[in-house]
Structures are given as C-alpha cells and as structure tokens.
C-alpha cells in the first residue's frame, strides 16, 4: 500500500528532461532575420514598395480635387448674387475669401497627414433652410466648404437647398435646436429662428425657448469643439428707438412684455449669452444685427412688409399698408447681408455690427416702388397699425464699413425685380422671365 502511494507521487511531479538542447541566443534570431532580408534582393523590393506608396499618397489630392463637384454646383446660385460695382463688387469680394492666405485654417483642427491636402472648413448652419440660411449655404459651397444645415423646417423649406442635394459636401439634418446635438465642425453660422411676426407670434413660447435653449445647445457645441460661432440677432434689439439713426452701442427701447418680446427679448437674451460663452468660456463668437432683408425664397404671406406687397401686387390684391405709412424702415438685399456676415465671421472682431441698408424708405414710398416695378395701378388699403410696430429703423453702419470693410451695394431698384421674378415663379409657376433675375448695376 505504501509502495503504491510513493508511485503515484511519481507521477503527479514528472521529472524534468536533462538531455533537452539549450535554449537559443535571441541575437541569433534578429541576424537570421536581416540575413533573410538581404537575401534574394528582398530589401530591394522593400524599397521600392515604400517609394510606390509615398508617390501615390503625394499624387492622390490633386486627382481628387472637390473642383469636379463644384462646377455642377457652382452655376445655380448665382442667378441671385449681382456683382456690385466698383471695389465693393461681390465678384471681386468673392475672389478675395478664395484665395485669402491661412483664411479661417487655424480652426480646422490639428496637423494634417503628409500627402493630403487641406479641406474646406466644415459649417454648421442652424436654419440653413430658410430664406437667409440657404442664400448663406449656397456662398459657403460655393467657397468650396463643407457644410451641415440643421433645421426643423418650421419656416423653412427642402427646395431653398434641393440644388445641393447629391453634393458630397452638403448635408442636411431635420433637428431642432431645443435639443442637442453634437458636430465635429469649424464653425457655427446661428440663424434658427422664425423671423416674421406671423411665424414667432405663432408659438411665442417656443420662440423664446428656440432663442434661449437653441442659442444655448449651440454654444455649448461651440464650446465643446473649439469652433467659432456667430449669432444673428436683429434690429428689433432696439425695440421702438427713440435714437435714429441706431448705433451699435445703443441699449434699445423694447417692451418686455409685449407680443413682439419673444422674439425681441429672446434676441437679447440669446446676445448676451453669446457674449457670456465669449468672456466666461473663450468662446470666439460673432454677433450681427441684422436690418430688415428682403430676396428671393423669401416666405411668400409670411406679414414682412416686402413680401406681403409683392405677393399682394402680383395677385391683383391691394398693399395693406399698416398705420399711416409713414413709419420708415431699410431694406437690404440678401446678397448683401450674406457678405456681411461672412466678413464678419471670418474678421477679428466680436460685434455686435449692424448689417442693413442705410437706405430709409416710408411704406408709402416702397409701396410706390412696388407699384413701378410690377403694376402701376396696384391698390393701396390702409389698416389699423399692430402692437409694438416700430416707427423707425435705420442703421447706423459706420462700424461695419471702418472694422468690417462692408456695406451693401444693391439699391431696393435694382434687388425688387429679382424677388419679383422669384416671387413670380412660386405663385404663377412661371418660368418665362428667370432671364431679368440678372439685372446688372
Ligand atoms: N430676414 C430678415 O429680415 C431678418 C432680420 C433680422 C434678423 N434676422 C434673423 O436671421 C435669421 C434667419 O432669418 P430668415 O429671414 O432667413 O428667417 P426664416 O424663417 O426664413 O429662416 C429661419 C430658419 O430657421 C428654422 N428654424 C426655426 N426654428 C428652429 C428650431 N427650433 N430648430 C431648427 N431650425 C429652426 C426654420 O425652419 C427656417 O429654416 C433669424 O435668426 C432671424 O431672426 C432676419
């Protein structure tokens, strides 16, 4: 029984192998190796493999230059940008963001690989589908950007952007601003928000929080990606001024509790959180106050004053004119205003700047435009004046033109007929007259 018990120890500790060779040197293995290499010309192949994959990574960029989609793309927008005269003509300003040197690279994020050539900047545009946003879309394409429309569709509309859709560097996300969203970008053009009285007036509660949280959600992106952020607030800042003309550094005259306030209110609200995120969290951003716009893809109906008489002249209808007609207002041409807020955007200065047209015209007087310019014998019918109507606006653009380099450059005369034409397609579906849409200066 003892026997038998030492046996299985035995077995349990099998005894080591003295007679196994000894284990290798590992420099004998790395010579073996080169050994191998230099045999049968195989480093030769090596060589050369790497000399074939460096050509091919030096080469690859200039082959796959985005300039084969820009020239599709290139040709619709254009119809609506007139090339202003002199040195402000937007031709000339439009050669001068291409080829600008180091233009706006400095945010596009770290070093880039050898043998790849750098991209356009890659743009967040929240309400990109709306009447500013897609003539915004149409220059940063243009540009050879990259760009990303966020949008809810509220006021906006897919065919302000159908001409991109197919362009690898367009996307559009159906998103609403309330709510966050996270984007590796360069930088963020803020435009969401309904603009007209009758869309913000619609849902006031929603406009405010669309100003307050949307413009909250895209500073914190801002932030959180290193990206630069330009907000477009309003002239309404103002309010009802009791300054004329409106500087910059006027506080404003606004009714916090009005109907218009969501919308006025929730501008200043969204400025100062800009402004916030600029001096508490180093956030580069950009605030432009915009003056009452006008062009094509405007709403048609939607109660701005340029569009309702247009629309209502072209229907046969009378211009209702609000009050007595003469409160002033400036109109300026949305190829202006978008060369402003790129020249913004890419200058080195916070703002807030006025962009409008310094250009005052009563309603009587644009109504009286719109007469000359689509039918003499349109009616004018005057109705009780809304709450909160201010009495005047006009900017005061000295800033913009010392510290920017801007200012419009097409009169109400020259820009009506291209929204006319516009107007014209989208209510007649008339195709005959898209040739007066390039009237020259
Ligand atoms: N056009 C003007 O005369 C004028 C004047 C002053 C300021 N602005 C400002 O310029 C910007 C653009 O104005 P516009 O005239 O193009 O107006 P618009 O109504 O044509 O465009 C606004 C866009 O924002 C989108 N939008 C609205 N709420 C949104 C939300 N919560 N989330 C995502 N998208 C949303 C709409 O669908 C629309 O596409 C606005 O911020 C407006 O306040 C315009």
């Not at 003509?89 to 945010?107: K, S």
């Not at 601003?177 to 309904?194: F, G, N, R, T």
């Not at 309603?363 to 435009?369: I, K, N």
């Not at 913009?400 to 209510?427: C, T």
Request: hydrophobic residues 35%; aromatic residues 8%; glycine residues 10%.
């Amino acid at each position: 029984m003892s026997s038998e018990l030492t046996f299985r120890g035995h077995e349990s500790h099998p005894e080591v192998d003295v007679d196994s060779p000894k284990r290798q040197k590992p420099w004998l293995s790395v010579t073996r190796s080169i050994r191998y290499m230099l045999g049968e010309q195989r480093l030769v192949f090596v060589l050369v493999g790497i000399a074939i994959t460096t050509l091919v990574f030096l080469l690859l960029p200039s082959s796959s230059n985005p300039s084969r989609f820009d020239h599709k793309y290139e040709q619709i927008p254009d119809v609506y940008f007139q090339s202003g005269s002199g040195s402000t003509g937007l031709a000339a300003q439009r050669v001068v963001y291409e080829h600008r040197a180091g233009f706006g690279r400095i945010h596009s994020g770290g070093k880039v690989p050898l043998g790849l050539k750098r991209k356009g900047l890659r743009i967040v545009v929240t309400g990109g589908a709306g009447f500013v946003g897609s003539h915004l879309v149409d220059r940063l394409i243009n540009r050879g950007d990259s760009v990303i429309v966020v949008d809810n569709f509220f006021t906006g509309r897919k065919e302000n952007l159908m001409h991109h859709f197919g362009n690898p560097r367009f996307e559009l996300i159906r998103h609403d601003v309330v709510e966050p969203i996270l984007l590796e970008v360069d930088q963020i053009y803020h435009l969401a928000c309904p603009a007209s009285p009758v869309h913000y007036k619609f849902n006031p509660v929603k406009t405010i929080k669309t100003n307050v949280v949307g413009t909250l959600n895209m500073l914190g992106l801002a932030k959180r990606v290193g990206a630069r952020f330009l907000l477009t607030s309003t002239s309404e800042v103002y309010g009802d001024p009791l300054q004329h003309p409106q500087v910059e550094t006027y506080w404003g005259n606004v009714n916090p509790i009005g109907v218009r306030s969501c919308y006025d209110e929730g501008k200043r609200t969204a400025e100062t959180l800009a402004m916030d995120y600029h001096r508490g969290a180093g956030v580069e951003v950009r605030i432009a106050r915009i003056f009452n716009t006008y062009g094509p893809r405007m709403c048609i109906d939607d109660g701005r004053v340029v569009s309702n008489f247009v629309a209502q002249a072209l229907r046969k209808e009378p211009m209702t004119v609000y009050g007595d007609g003469k409160q002033t207002r400036s109109f300026q041409y949305v190829s202006d205003l978008v060369e402003g807020l790129m020249r913004l955007m890419e200058g080195e200065h916070v703002g807030p700047f006025n962009l409008g047209n310094p250009g005052e015209f009563t309603m009587l007087e644009l109504a009286q435009v719109v007469q000359e310019t689509i039918d003499p014998n349109a009616k004018i019918e005057f109705r009780p004046n809304t709450e909160d109507d201010p009495h005047k606006r006009k900017p005061d653009i000295s800033k913009a033109k010392e510290l920017l380099g801007w200012e419009p450059s097409i009169p109400l005369r020259k820009g009506l007929p291209l929204m006319v034409s516009d107007f014209r397609q989208r209510i007649f579906g008339d195709h005959k007259d898209t040739i007066t849409t390039t009237v020259s200066n």
